[in-house]
């Protein structure tokens, strides 16, 4: 592997756990330096001694404490995220503001306290974990699924911004990934449709994807890490499905 993001930092939040820990491993191994912000204190500490890299324990989801920040980092990966599945009706108002804060206002901070150091480089790369479910909706999902696409929005602008100073901005757009994010839906999943757990990935989460399997953390990862590399500056504001095929139906 070449060492071709060496001398880079690099932010990956929620990097203790799925697809943010592979992101976390593919960066390291490519040369960068690499902090995990997550809220699970000892797995970003045992992730962080993976890579190599660092810590910071903090909980996404206090928007309001992160108003004042500044961020020195090279890349910024706005990964961490939680799901709740219910119908609208029974959505809890509370889960709705809390999945809008973590996934939509906290990569809004992060991007805008990173951006006048990447500026001052003249060189950047947001990264923006949305999901298949942010270019295309899936029923009890409500939160989840406009919070998705709300990411979307901010990563155009800060493409549309960030361009002209050498910074790019992109979503990756994957299909289900195997994940403890996706065992908790399985469950979920099972009890709204009735069905057995065993049957959720098969008969709910398969049926439209071409390709017919879930998507693992490191293929996700490794596109993350070409969008870092200084061969992609020519890609930004692009949405980047990685889903089987799930949304070309
Ligand atoms: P995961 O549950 O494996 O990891 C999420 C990480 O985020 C955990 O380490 C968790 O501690 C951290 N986190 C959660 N809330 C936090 C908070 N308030 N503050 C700080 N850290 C917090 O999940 P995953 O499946 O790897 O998901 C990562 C991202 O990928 C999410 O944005 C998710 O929406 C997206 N995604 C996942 C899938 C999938 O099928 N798993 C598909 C498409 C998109």
Redesign the pocket.
């Known amino acids: 592997m070449t060492q071709d993001l060496e001398g880079r930092r690099a932010l990956v ?8 820990l592979a992101c976390a491993e593919e960066f390291a191994r490519r040369g960068a330096h690499v902090t995990i ?4 204190a000892d ?1 970003a500490h045992a992730a962080a001694e993976r890579v190599g890299g660092s810590a910071w324990v ?4 206090d928007t309001a404490a992160q108003e004042g920040l500044s961020l020195e980092v090279d890349i910024l990966v706005n ?5 709740k599945v219910a119908p609208i009706h029974e959505y809890d108002p509370e889960t709705f503001r809390l999945i809008h804060r ?2 939509v206002e906290s990569p809004f901070l992060l991007v805008r306290a990173a951006l006048p150091h990447m500026y001052a480089r003249g060189w950047g790369r947001v990264i923006n ?5 942010g270019l295309r909706a899936s029923p009890f999902k409500v939160a ?1 699924v406009s919070a ?1 696409h709300a990411l979307e929005g901010l990563s155009k602008v800060v493409a549309l911004e960030g361009g002209p100073h050498g910074v790019t901005s992109n979503c990756i757009n ?4 195997r ?4 065992e908790q839906q399985i469950a979920d999943q099972a009890r709204i449709h009735g069905i057995p757990e065993g049957e959720v990935v098969e008969k709910i989460m398969l049926t439209e994807s071409a390709v017919k399997r879930l ?1 693992a ?1 490191e293929e996700v990862a490794s596109l993350a890490g070409w969008l870092a590399t200084d061969a992609a500056g020519m890609m930004t504001g692009a949405s980047l499905a990685m889903d089987g095929g799930w949304t070309a139906r």
């Not at 974990?129 to 479910?133: C, G, K, L, T, Y």
């Open positions: 939040t929620g990097g203790a756990s799925g697809i943010g912000a997550d809220r699970n797995a903090v909980d996404l989801s990964n961490a995220g939680i799901q973590l996934m974990i949305s999901s298949a479910h989840y998705k994957p299909g289900y990934v994940t403890p994010l996706v998507v953390p």
